[in-house]
């Protein structure tokens, strides 16, 4: 540490004053934590955001070929980085899931973490969720948390209902 270098250098000025010395100690650099892998992406229509932090440019690459792949009509706007800490020794097909997901859901938001991948968004009828619900599931395999939270838009049910009717020859 350098302040108990310090330390010992100011204690030897004040025994020995007119010694010379010499620092021959060397630091090392303080070792640098990068932050966990962390992918968010974001689909509107046709419109994709990517967000978060890939391990390195190649994952990266990987990712979005693997989204043109599932959706080759999206406009993928990347915002991510790649500075992100090494992949855990359990990676799994997270990404797999997340592109899954983003491929059925119109309106979503996906949020993909080592072990764990969160889907939130909006599917067409309570029929549709189950089965994707089921599909992501399978995919996912026993090692990855799936957390999902779909929703199914509810039925427009009118109080009355009206008609009107209009014979020939009457005035409106």
Not at 23 to 36: F, G, H, S, V
Not at 80 to 96: H, N, Q, V
Request: hydrophobic share 45%; aromatic share 4%.
């Amino acid at each position: 540490d350098i302040r108990e270098r310090d330390l010992v250098l100011a204690g030897l000025r004040e025994v020995i004053p007119l010694a010379r010395f010499t620092d021959a100690m060397t630091l090392a650099p303080p070792e640098t934590r990068r932050p966990a892998l962390f992918v968010e992406l974001m689909r509107r229509d046709r419109q994709v955001t990517i967000l978060g932090r890939f391990s390195g440019e190649e994952q990266r690459e990987a990712q979005l070929a693997a989204l043109a792949r599932v959706l080759p009509d999206a406009t993928l706007e990347d915002l991510s980085g790649i500075d992100a800490g090494p992949l855990p020794a359990d990676w799994g097909p997270e990404l797999t899931v997340a592109n899954a997901a983003l491929a059925a859901v119109d309106d979503a938001f996906v949020v993909v973490e080592p072990g764990q991948v969160r889907v939130k968004g909006q599917v067409s009828a309570l029929a549709r969720r189950r089965s994707l619900e089921q599909e992501l599931t399978a995919l996912a395999g026993p090692s990855i948390a799936v957390d999902l939270e779909l929703r199914v838009p509810r039925r427009t049910v009118l109080p009355f209902r009206f008609e009107a009717h209009h014979r020939a020859g009457a005035t409106p």
